[in-house]
C-alpha cells in the first residue's frame, strides 16, 4: 500500500468515526449528572461524538411534561446511538434496593434489541438487588462490556480503548459493505 494509500485511508476512518455516535447512560440526581457530563467531555476531547440525553433536543410535540419530554430525549439519543454506555451508580438513599427506574429503562431497551455495542460501567460497594443478573450473564457471552469503578474517572481509560474497538469494528463491517 502506497503511503498516500494510508494516509486516505486514515482520513476515511477518522471521517467515520465522527460518525458514530455514543450515547451515555445513567442516573442525573446527586453527583450523577456532574460524573455523566465528565465522562462526556473526556470522550469528546479524545476526538469521539459522545452524547447525553441533555443534548439531544426534542422535536416540539404534545409532550406536557418535563419528564415525558425526558423521556423522549432518552429515546433519541438512543435510537441515534450506535455505542451506548451505561454508567450504573448507586440511587438515593430512600431508593437504594432498586435500579433507578430510568437506568432501567434505557438498559432494557439495549437488553431486549440484544443491541452489541454496549458497555455497562458499575460503581463499586454497591448493591443492586433488582439489576437484571440473567441480563448480565447471557450479554456478557455477547459483545457487552462490564467493569466496575469506585470513581468515574477510573474508567476513562477502559470506556475509550472500549469504544475505540468499537468504531473499529463497525468500520470494518461498513468496509465490506
Known amino acids: 500500500m502506497r503511503p498516500s494509500e494510508t494516509r486516505n485511508n486514515r482520513e476515511e ?12 447512560f445513567g442516573y442525573f440526581g446527586d453527583f450523577g449528572l456532574v460524573n455523566l457530563k465528565k465522562l462526556r467531555d473526556y470522550l469528546v476531547d479524545q476526538g469521539f461524538n459522545a452524547k447525553l ?14 419528564p ?20 450504573i451508580t448507586p440511587a438515593p438513599q430512600d431508593q437504594q434496593k432498586k435500579l433507578l427506574d430510568s437506568v432501567s429503562m434505557e438498559y432494557g431497551w439495549a437488553y431486549l ?12 460497594g454497591n448493591e443492586f438487588n433488582t439489576l437484571p443478573q440473567g ?14 469503578f469506585n470513581q468515574i474517572e477510573d474508567v476513562f481509560g477502559i470506556i475509550s ?11 470494518s463491517v461498513s468496509d465490506n459493505i
Request: with cysteine; net charge negative; glycine share 2%.
Open 13 to 24: 476512518y477518522r471521517t467515520f468515526s465522527k460518525t458514530i455516535q455514543i450515547g451515555i
Open 53 to 66: 440525553s441533555i443534548d439531544i433536543e426534542t422535536p416540539d410535540s404534545s409532550v406536557i411534561s418535563p
Open 68 to 87: 415525558a419530554d425526558a423521556i423522549k430525549s432518552s429515546q433519541i439519543l438512543y435510537r441515534s446511538s450506535q455505542i451506548l454506555i451505561y454508567i
Open 113 to 124: 434489541e440484544r443491541r452489541n455495542c454496549v458497555g455497562v460501567y458499575f460503581q463499586s
Open 135 to 148: 441480563a448480565i450473564d447471557e450479554l456478557r457471552e455477547e459483545n457487552w462490556r462490564m467493569e466496575t
Open 161 to 171: 480503548r472500549f469504544c475505540e474497538d468499537k468504531i473499529r469494528e463497525l468500520y
